[in-house]
């Protein structure tokens, strides 16, 4: 496997601070440890998910209690419907206002209770991870796709009367929990990765990997600790000279391990629960997301975003985030609007060569293309823009996912 030349990563991160070649080592293997601990991390909290989705889909065969629950999730639809018409800048964001709402009445008060009461208590660190993650990670999909509409906005989702108390909120408040750093969203999402749309310099940026090896995924998991950390991203403005989105990167990180030591300091078994396996569950599950957004490039075109931005199209696509194309091409498009401009940018993908899955969504990508390199199932979602066979599907995927940057 040939490392990823871009400067990040543990060594290259060493020599961005000075530190010499054993310095440089020990990043690298405390990097690889970060990896696998997000891996160690994740597995139970999936567990939890998938398997409480099985109980829900068992008692959603119940008739009486499934009526129940339609009826109360669509009273709950139209309060914060009404809500959204008084608060948000624009009402077709209240998707994104329901998960604010149900965060702030779940998750913040677990916390809270379980920082009162002192000593860890099993029950909270489910119902907190429970109220975090949802079952089948719905909620947590629901928070990034909601986390990443507010990067782009320029003052979040509330209006003008309530921006003050509310600015993103979900960054600057909520993503604490989920052990996302102010200023990786804001900052380092649309004034790094937008710049470079995955390309080389890209702190992100899967070339040199082989996407479809699990070992590969391995190091590029563990390289992505020092982006969910803001290292990264900081030493990406600073080596630029780029000092307003340096200090932004820079008082981000500070608040953020300010809150993760505070908290450690308090209980470090609470911290251990409520802080360090979030950030380790972000690590991994962020790492998966930007591992399969870009997973196709073209060996002849590699920093074609057009080519290596990937579409997933399914019936559960909240805020409409398959969309990934059409929000590289057009970032501050509403994300209601995203569907259409996918019909105008047509032509412009066909040429390009992008690629688009059906009822596949990016979790589904993962496991299909690296956990379990199943290539013919990914070949069955394949939406070609010229006929073609099964194993001209199958070559073209092969040909997407193997490039080595020199």
Same mark, same amino acid.
């Given at each position: 496997?040939?490392?990823?030349?871009?400067?990040?990563?543990?060594?290259?991160?060493?020599?961005?601070?000075?530190?010499?070649?054993? /310095?440089?080592?020990?990043?690298?293997?405390?990097? *690889?440890? #970060?990896?696998? +601990? %997000?891996? !160690?991390? =994740?597995?139970?909290?999936?567990?939890?998910?998938?398997?409480?989705?099985?109980?829900?889909?068992?008692?959603?065969?119940?008739?009486?209690?499934?009526?129940?629950?339609?009826?109360?999730?669509?009273?709950?639809?139209?309060?914060?419907?009404?809500?959204?018409?008084?608060?948000?800048?624009?009402?077709?964001?209240?998707?994104?206002?329901?998960?604010?709402?149900?965060?702030?009445?779940?998750?913040?008060?677990?916390?809270?209770?379980?920082?009162?009461?002192?000593?860890?208590?099993?029950?909270?660190?489910?119902?907190?991870?429970?109220? /975090?993650?949802?079952?089948?990670?719905?909620?947590? *999909?629901? #928070?990034?796709? +909601? %986390?990443? !509409?507010? =990067?782009?906005?320029?003052?979040?989702?509330?209006?003008?009367?309530?921006?003050?108390?509310?600015?993103?909120?979900?960054?600057?408040?909520?993503?604490?929990?989920?052990?996302?750093?102010?200023?990786?969203?804001?900052?380092?999402?649309?004034?790094?990765?937008?710049?470079?749309?995955?390309?080389?310099?890209?702190?992100?940026?899967?070339?040199?990997?082989?996407?479809?090896?699990?070992?590969?995924?391995?190091?590029?998991?563990?390289?992505?600790?020092?982006?969910?950390?803001?290292?990264?991203?900081?030493?990406?403005?600073?080596?630029?000279?780029?000092?307003?989105?340096?200090?932004?990167?820079?008082?981000?990180?500070?608040?953020?391990?300010?809150?993760?030591?505070?908290?450690?300091?308090?209980?470090?078994?609470?911290?251990?629960?409520?802080?360090?396996?979030?950030?380790?569950?972000?690590?991994?599950?962020?790492?998966?997301?930007?591992?399969?957004?870009?997973?196709?490039?073209?060996?002849?075109?590699?920093?074609?975003?057009?080519?290596?931005?990937?579409?997933?199209?399914?019936?559960?696509?909240?805020?409409?985030?398959?969309?990934?194309?059409?929000?590289?091409?057009?970032?501050?498009?509403?994300?209601?609007?995203?569907?259409?401009?996918?019909?105008?940018?047509?032509?412009?993908?066909?040429?390009?060569?992008?690629?688009?899955?059906?009822?596949?969504?990016?979790?589904?990508?993962?496991?299909?293309?690296?956990?379990?390199?199943?290539?013919?199932?990914?070949?069955?979602?394949?939406?070609?823009?010229?006929?073609?066979?099964?194993?001209?599907?199958?070559?073209?995927?092969?040909?997407?996912?193997?490039?080595?940057?020199?």
């Amino acid at each position: 496997m040939e490392i990823n030349s871009q400067e990040t990563g543990a060594a290259s991160m060493a020599m961005s601070f000075g530190t010499d070649f054993r /310095l440089g080592f020990l990043f690298r293997w405390w990097a *690889v440890l #970060m990896g696998v +601990a %997000s891996t !160690v991390a =994740a597995l139970p909290i999936v567990a939890l998910s998938f398997g409480c989705y099985v109980a829900a889909m068992s008692l959603g065969k119940v008739r009486p209690l499934r009526d129940a629950y339609e009826s109360l999730s669509h009273a709950y639809d139209r309060i914060i419907e009404r809500l959204g018409k008084e608060v948000l800048q624009d009402p077709r964001d209240s998707p994104a206002l329901r998960l604010m709402v149900s965060l702030s009445l779940t998750a913040v008060p677990i916390l809270a209770t379980q920082l009162i009461l002192g000593k860890p208590r099993l029950l909270l660190v489910i119902a907190f991870y429970l109220s /975090l993650y949802g079952v089948r990670f719905q909620r947590f *999909v629901r #928070m990034f796709s +909601a %986390s990443h !509409v507010e =990067a782009h906005r320029r003052h979040g989702y509330f209006s003008e009367k309530y921006d003050k108390v509310f600015g993103r909120y979900l960054e600057f408040f909520l993503g604490y929990l989920y052990g996302n750093a102010p200023e990786l969203g804001r900052t380092a999402h649309v004034c790094l990765h937008h710049r470079e749309n995955s390309g080389p310099d890209d702190t992100r940026t899967n070339m040199g990997y082989d996407r479809t090896s699990r070992l590969d995924f391995l190091w590029y998991l563990s390289d992505n600790i020092w982006t969910v950390l803001g290292l990264a991203p900081y030493a990406y403005f600073k080596a630029r000279g780029d000092e307003k989105n340096r200090k932004r990167m820079f008082w981000g990180m500070a608040r953020y391990y300010a809150y993760f030591a505070a908290i450690f300091i308090y209980d470090w078994r609470i911290g251990t629960m409520f802080v360090l396996v979030p950030l380790l569950c972000m690590n991994f599950i962020n790492a998966i997301t930007a591992w399969v957004q870009h997973a196709f490039c073209d060996p002849e075109r590699p920093e074609d975003y057009f080519a290596n931005t990937v579409t997933v199209v399914d019936k559960v696509n909240f805020l409409n985030e398959g969309y990934h194309l059409c929000h590289h091409h057009r970032a501050s498009l509403h994300w209601t609007e995203m569907p259409v401009h996918f019909e105008r940018l047509r032509e412009r993908m066909r040429e390009a060569g992008s690629l688009v899955f059906r009822d596949m969504d990016f979790l589904g990508l993962f496991l299909e293309l690296t956990l379990f390199r199943r290539m013919d199932v990914l070949a069955e979602k394949l939406v070609p823009w010229e006929p073609m066979n099964r194993e001209q599907r199958l070559a073209l995927l092969a040909k997407r996912t193997s490039l080595r940057a020199s």
